[in-house]
């Protein structure tokens, strides 16, 4: 057989445009491929929702890849284990309720069941801003990460979306947009976000739970976004939150969606 280069080059955009065309009006929109965005996305798509996870960097997995300071495993607790389990993610008992895993076998079991299911994963895009339509989020506003990395002044798109899940990890940055453009009016105890606490994985994986909810209409966190907007202390290299929060918020939109 020989090989068209322009057949090849033809085959990728038009591939890629029929799915970024199909995934702008969408059940679910979720910000940020970490443990949390990938878990919402498998268990949401797995229910037959039309689900579109836009990550800003080339390679999904946020924080999950390094492990704790780059020593590639990561622990979960006797409620996480459930999720890798499911998943078939190996883990290795330490102690009594704490089992390691390899964050590498992770982060791509995570991915390639999510995938599979029907979660469609956009790469280098970043969310730039949200549409709002009478008090409610409605869409994410997107531009290629590389357009912010070279500082050229390119409008972005829009994309609408039932629900949005703000899953961006410490930074918050979908809720921070919000916070930026319509003032102190989020579900917290301020309205503002309050910002994370220092590091106590016990009170930072039992907290997270609580703050695993809609923190503006249509807007969700998920994650350790949720930890940064409602104030309560991050927990270092313990994953099993963050898979147990990306559970939750699926289930609270299946629960609203379906
Ligand atoms: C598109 C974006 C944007 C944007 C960011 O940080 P993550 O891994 O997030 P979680 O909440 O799923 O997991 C947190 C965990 O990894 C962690 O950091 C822990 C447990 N820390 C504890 C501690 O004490 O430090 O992933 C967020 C993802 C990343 O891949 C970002 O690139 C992406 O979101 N992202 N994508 N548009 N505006 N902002």
Not at 20 to 39: E, H, N, Q, R, W
Not at 47 to 55: D, H, I, Q
Request: aromatic letters at 8%; charged letters at 25%.
């Amino acid at each position: 057989m020989k090989l068209d280069d322009i057949t090849i080059s033809k085959a990728i955009v038009e591939g890629f445009m029929e799915d970024f065309v199909d995934y702008m009006d969408v059940d679910v929109a979720i910000g940020g491929g970490g443990p949390s965005g990938l878990t919402a996305g498998y268990y949401l798509a797995n229910e037959g929702l039309k689900v579109a996870l836009f990550e800003r960097k080339l390679s999904i997995g946020g924080g999950m890849w390094g492990g704790g300071m780059m020593f590639n495993k990561i622990v979960v607790q006797e409620e996480g284990k459930r999720i890798l389990d499911e998943f078939a993610i190996d883990s290795q008992k330490y102690e009594n309720q704490y089992y390691v895993a390899d964050s590498i076998e992770t982060v791509s079991t995570l991915c390639s069941k999510a995938c599979k299911a029907g979660l469609r994963i956009f790469n280098l895009m970043s969310i730039e801003d949200v549409m709002i339509r009478e008090e409610e989020i409605t869409g994410l506003v997107l531009n290629w990460s590389a357009v912010g990395s070279a500082g050229l002044h390119v409008d972005p798109l829009t994309i609408r979306s039932k629900a949005v899940i703000d899953a961006t990890g410490h930074d918050c940055e979908i809720v921070k947009v919000v916070e930026n453009k319509i003032g102190p009016r989020l579900n917290t105890k301020t309205g503002k976000i309050m910002g994370e606490k220092p590091m106590w994985a016990e009170i930072g994986e039992k907290s997270i739970m609580d703050n695993t909810r809609e923190v503006y209409p249509g807007l969700y966190v998920a994650g350790m976004a949720g930890n940064a907007v409602y104030g309560s202390p991050r927990m270092g290299p313990i994953f099993g939150g963050m898979l147990l929060s990306g559970e939750k918020i699926a289930k609270m939109l299946i629960e609203k969606l379906k």
